[in-house]
């Protein structure tokens, strides 16, 4: 039985709870009009200096609540109001969100139908994501499994994006399938099996060379961090330097017995971080396969220094095409760290 002195104290941490959400309703409007003005100025709407007065501000002035507290909550609200900006930007350049941390890729493993990947992409602009991922040329183990809607599938993919002022992401299996939709693919990627196909990255780094378009390279299951660098090296050597390199699992003794499809590469992280300048980002759906891991294995990656994530993502992931086990809903991308 609860005592009438809880139930009243209760009662009163009811009322100001009301009142909180109240006011990050009306801290959210002012955002947005706030972000709205600066857009149509054109002036910069990220201010990392103001976010950091905000917080020094309250630390100084508040004694009894603690500075860690402070910072994780407002950092949270910053993260919001960021989300709301990242919808309604323009596309600016490429080079402008690649400074961004984390990159934060997410989609479907395949692009299925138009209206699959645009109600994805839809989802996932709303958390403030801008690089949708979308497989069309797939490399299959199986030659009779669905293989992608190659070029159809780079256009669908392409128009979903657009629409949501967001990027492509798309793995081809031959330079043809780049140069057939060069304007089509704003990153390129290299995928696991593809990494040791050394002719594969030589002609990519040649046709991207002259654009510097990025080529997203993956690392293969079986490759050492030597190796993998080396196949960076071939697409630097033909002359483009816009790689971002990607850990997406390696085979172990792991895999006779475990139900992970890969052992997530994570102390990867570390190493490449020290050997390379290129960006080092983390795919945690391949990494493991369970879609129940994806977010816990992201946020150990980006806690372990990964500059971001490319996670598989689907409106209604059971019904996937490819890799169902994998995918996660678009909203819980939300629950991966800084986002
Ligand atoms: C993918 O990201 O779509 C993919 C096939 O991954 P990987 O090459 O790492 O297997
Ligand atoms: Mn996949």
């Known amino acids: 039985m609860m005592n009438s002195e809880i139930k009243a104290l209760r009662e009163e941490i009811n009322k100001i709870d009301v009142e909180l959400i109240k006011l990050l309703q009306s801290r959210k409007q002012i955002t947005n009009s706030l972000i709205q003005n600066k857009i149509e100025h054109h002036l910069s709407v990220l201010d990392e200096v103001r976010e950091k007065e905000i917080i020094n501000n309250f630390i100084e002035n508040s004694n009894s ?13 910053f993260d919001d109001s960021k989300r709301q900006y990242y919808k309604l930007e323009q596309l600016n350049s490429i080079e402008d969100y690649l400074k961004r941390r984390p990159i934060f890729i997410a989609g479907p493993c395949v692009v299925e139908s138009y209206y699959q990947i645009d109600k994805i992409a839809a989802q996932l ?33 392409y128009s ?7 990027f492509t992401v798309t793995e081809v ?30 002609s990519i780094g040649q046709l991207t060379a002259k654009t510097q378009k990025v080529v997203l390279l993956k690392r293969g299951f079986s490759a ?13 050597q033909a002359g483009n330097n816009n790689i971002i390199l990607c850990l997406r699992g390696i085979r172990t003794f ?16 570390l190493e490449l971080k020290e050997k ?32 971001g994530v490319m996670v598989e993502t689907h409106y209604d992931p059971k019904a996937s095409k490819v890799d169902a086990k994998q995918a996660i809903i678009p909203d819980k991308v939300l629950d991966i760290l800084n986002l």
Do not use: W
């Open 65 to 77: 609540l603690n500075p860690v507290f402070i910072k994780k909550l407002f950092n949270l609200i």
């Open 125 to 157: 602009i709303q958390c403030g994501i801008k690089f949708l991922r979308g497989g069309t040329f797939k490399p299959r183990t199986s030659p009779n499994s669905f293989q992608g809607l190659g070029d159809e599938g780079v256009k669908l993919l």
């Open 173 to 202: 299996l031959e330079v043809e399938h780049l140069e057939r939709n060069y304007d089509l693919i704003d990153i390129v990627q290299i995928g696991s099996r593809s990494m040791t196909s050394y002719g594969l990255l030589k």
């Open 276 to 307: 390379t300048k290129l960006p080092v980002i983390f795919d945690p759906s391949h990494s493991c396969g369970i879609s129940d891991f994806v977010v816990n294995i992201s946020n150990a990656a980006l806690q372990l220094g990964a500059d």
């Open 254 to 269: 792991e895999q006779i017995d475990s139900t992970l499809r890969f052992t997530p590469d994570l102390a990867s992280i």
């Open 160 to 166: 979903a994006a657009r629409k949501y002022n967001m």
């Open 224 to 236: 050492t961090i030597s190796e993998f660098l080396q196949a960076a090296e071939y697409i630097l």
